[in-house]
C-alpha cells in the first residue's frame, strides 16, 4: 500500500485533486492563453480551416487533456508546489507571447538560459509585473490557501485514474467528431502550438535539457585540419587585417544602404571601396542558432545548433593557419556562445570607461576603443572579430549615446505595447544610425593603417528584427514562417586599396556580386578566401570574393 495521505482527507473544506485541476486547467486556457486563441481565432476565420463548432470542440478537448495530466500528478505533498510553479510559469510566459508574440520553443529557450541580468533588467516593465501579480501570484496565494484531497493510498490513485481517463476519452470524442477540421488544421499551422501556454514552455524546456545535458557526448571535431596559404603573385609582405563586425538585431529594412528613405547610414554611404549586399538573409532568427552558424562550415541542411557546438569553427581554423584571433565583446553574459573559448578574447562590455559605459551596459564605441588598443601592436595577420550590442531590444533606447538620438520621438521602455509603432522605429532607427557610426569608425581605423596592413572589414547582423509588423515583435519564429523583417540582413564589405591591389580584386565584379543573393553561410568560405587560405572544407562557390580575384598578369 503507498504512504498514508497527509492531505487533509476528509477534511470539510477540503478541495479533490481533479477539481483544483479542472480550474487550474480553466485559468490557464481562458486567462494565460490570449495570444493563442487570437491566432487560432485569425487562421480559422481567414483559411476557413474552423468555425465556432471547432474552437469550441478544441476548448473543451484541451481542457479535459490538461485536466487529466495535473489529476495524475496529484501526489501528496508534490501536487500544490508543482501547480504553483505551473501558473508563475504561464503567467510569465503569457506576458511575453502576449506582448511581443513570442513563439517558445526549444530555440527561444536555449536564448533564455543563455541571457544574462542584463538583458533580463531590460525586459522588467510595470506590465510585466502587473501580469505575473494577476495570472500568477493571486491564484498562487488562492491555491496556497486551500487543502487538497491528493493521491496516497492505492483506491485514490485507481479513481485518478478513472478520471483521468473518463477526460481523456471525452476529449478523443470531441476530436474525433471535429477531426478533419484538426488534422487540416494542425498540418498547415503546427507553429501554433507554440503560443499555447505552459505547454509551450514545459514542452520547449525539456528539449532544450535533453539536447544539453541528457544526450550521450558527442566527440569533438576538429576540421580544417590541412589549411594552408594559396600561392598569390600579387601579395606583398604586407601583413593582412580581417576585422569582421557581428552585428546583433540589425535588419535590412531599415539600412539606408539598402534603400531605406531614411538617413540610417550617413557615414558609410561616404565610404569608397564599400559594397553593401543587398539580399541576404541570416541562418537562423535568434542569436542562438545565428551567432554559432556564422563561424560554422556546415551548410543550411546540414546545420544544427546543437552539432555545431561540437565542432571546431572558423576561428579555430583560421588560428590553425598562425594567423592571430581576437574577439572583443561587447555582450556581457552572452558572450560568444562558446565560439571564441580557443582563441584570444577580452570581454569590453564591463569596461571601467565612463566615456562609453554607465552602471547598467557599454555603449558599441568600446570596441573602437579596443579595435584601436589591438591595432597599435605591432602588425600582423590578423582575424579581429568585433561582436556588438548593436539594436538589442526590447529596450532600443539604451543602445546608443543620446546624441545619436535624431529620430524622435522614441519609445523609452521595453513594453513595446505601451508604444506606437512609429515610436518603436524611431528608437530602434537611432541603433542602426549608432551602428553606421560605428562600423565607418572601424574603417577609419584600418584606412589610417593601410601603409602598415592590407585591411577588410566585414559587417553582418546575426538576424533581423520585427517591429510591430503583423502584430509581431522581436525575433525568433521559426525560421520556416519567419517574416522577411527576421531574416533579412545587411552586409557589407570594404578593402583598403592596398587589399584590393594585394589580392587582385576587381571592383566592377564586386559590385556585380552585391546584387546576387548571399547568407551566412557564405562567410566561413568568404574569411577564409580573405586570407588567401584554401582546405578540403573550403568552398569556393561560397567565398563572395573567389569570382573576382583578377588572374596573375
Not at 117 to 131: G, M
Not at 248 to 276: C, D, H, I, K
Not at 396 to 413: D, G, I, L, S
Request: hydrophobic share 40%; net charge neutral.
Amino acid at each position: 500500500m503507498l504512504p498514508p495521505s497527509s492531505s487533509a482527507q476528509g477534511h470539510p473544506d477540503s478541495f479533490p485533486a481533479w477539481g483544483i485541476s479542472a480550474l487550474c486547467s480553466f485559468w490557464f486556457l481562458a486567462l494565460c492563453n490570449q495570444r493563442f486563441w487570437q491566432e487560432m481565432w485569425r487562421t480559422t476565420v481567414s483559411d476557413g480551416a474552423g468555425d465556432y463548432g471547432f474552437l469550441v470542440s478544441l476548448f473543451l478537448a484541451l481542457f479535459l487533456l490538461f485536466t487529466a495530466l495535473l489529476n495524475l500528478l496529484a501526489w501528496r505533498t508534490l501536487f500544490k508546489p508543482l501547480l504553483m510553479l505551473l501558473l508563475l510559469i504561464a503567467a510569465i510566459t503569457a506576458y511575453f507571447v502576449d506582448s511581443y508574440s513570442v513563439y517558445i520553443n526549444r530555440d527561444m529557450l536555449r536564448n533564455a538560459f543563455l541571457t544574462d541580468t542584463r538583458e533580463v533588467r531590460d525586459l522588467l516593465s510595470f506590465s510585466l509585473v502587473l501580469h505575473l501579480l494577476l495570472l500568477g501570484v493571486l491564484p498562487v496565494y488562492w491555491l496556497a490557501k486551500r487543502s487538497i484531497r491528493t493521491i496516497g493510498t492505492w483506491s485514490e490513485l485507481t479513481s485518478a485514474l478513472l478520471i483521468s481517463l473518463g477526460a481523456v476519452l471525452l476529449a478523443a470524442g470531441l476530436i474525433y467528431g471535429q477531426f478533419s477540421h484538426y488534422a487540416a488544421y494542425f498540418r498547415n499551422h503546427r507553429e501554433t502550438r507554440h503560443f499555447l501556454v505552459p505547454v509551450n514552455t514545459v514542452y520547449a524546456t525539456g528539449g532544450y535539457l535533453n539536447n544539453r545535458y541528457f544526450k550521450k557526448n558527442k566527440p569533438f571535431v576538429a576540421i580544417g585540419t590541412d589549411i594552408h596559404s594559396k600561392p598569390n603573385p600579387h601579395l606583398t609582405s604586407k601583413p593582412v587585417v580581417v576585422v569582421m563586425v557581428v552585428g546583433e538585431t540589425a535588419r535590412a529594412a531599415n539600412f539606408q544602404l539598402g534603400g531605406y528613405e531614411r538617413p540610417t547610414n550617413p557615414a558609410l554611404s561616404q565610404v569608397e571601396n564599400l559594397f553593401y549586399f543587398r539580399d541576404t538573409t541570416s541562418c537562423g532568427t535568434d542569436t542562438a542558432t545565428s551567432l554559432p552558424c556564422m563561424f560554422s562550415n556546415l551548410d543550411r541542411g546540414s546545420y544544427d545548433a546543437d552539432e555545431a557546438r561540437h565542432r571546431e569553427n572558423l576561428l579555430d581554423v583560421v588560428k590553425r593557419a598562425n594567423i592571430r584571433v581576437i574577439w572583443l565583446d561587447n555582450q556581457a553574459g552572452v558572450g560568444c556562445k562558446g565560439l571564441c573559448d580557443r582563441v584570444e578574447h577580452r570581454e569590453l562590455a564591463r569596461s571601467n570607461k565612463p566615456e562609453f559605459c554607465d552602471d547598467q551596459e557599454c555603449h558599441d564605441e568600446i570596441l573602437l576603443d579596443g579595435l584601436q588598443t589591438v591595432l597599435a601592436e605591432p602588425p600582423q595577420n590578423m582575424l579581429i572579430v568585433l561582436h556588438q550590442m548593436g539594436s538589442h531590444g526590447p529596450a532600443y533606447y539604451k543602445r546608443y549615446p543620446k546624441r545619436f538620438q535624431k529620430f524622435e520621438p522614441v519609445c523609452a521602455t521595453a513594453a513595446l505595447n505601451d508604444c506606437s509603432q512609429a515610436a518603436i522605429v524611431n528608437a530602434y532607427d537611432n541603433t542602426i544610425l549608432y551602428t553606421d557610426h560605428v562600423v565607418a569608425g572601424v574603417i577609419q581605423a584600418l584606412k589610417s593603417r593601410q601603409e602598415k596592413v592590407a585591411g577588410l572589414v566585414l559587417y553582418a547582423s546575426d538576424h533581423g528584427e520585427s517591429l510591430g509588423e503583423k502584430n509581431l515583435y522581436l525575433h525568433g519564429i521559426p525560421y520556416r514562417i519567419a517574416p522577411t523583417e527576421q531574416t533579412h540582413i545587411p552586409m557589407l564589405m570594404w578593402m583598403s586599396d592596398r587589399y584590393l591591389a594585394d589580392f587582385g580584386l576587381d571592383r566592377g565584379c564586386l559590385t556585380r556580386q552585391t546584387t546576387l543573393p548571399a547568407s551566412h553561410f557564405n562567410l566561413f568560405a568568404t574569411i577564409l578566401g580573405a586570407f588567401d587560405l584554401t582546405s578540403s572544407i573550403y568552398q569556393p562557390a561560397l567565398d563572395l570574393l573567389e569570382g573576382c580575384r583578377k588572374p596573375a598578369g
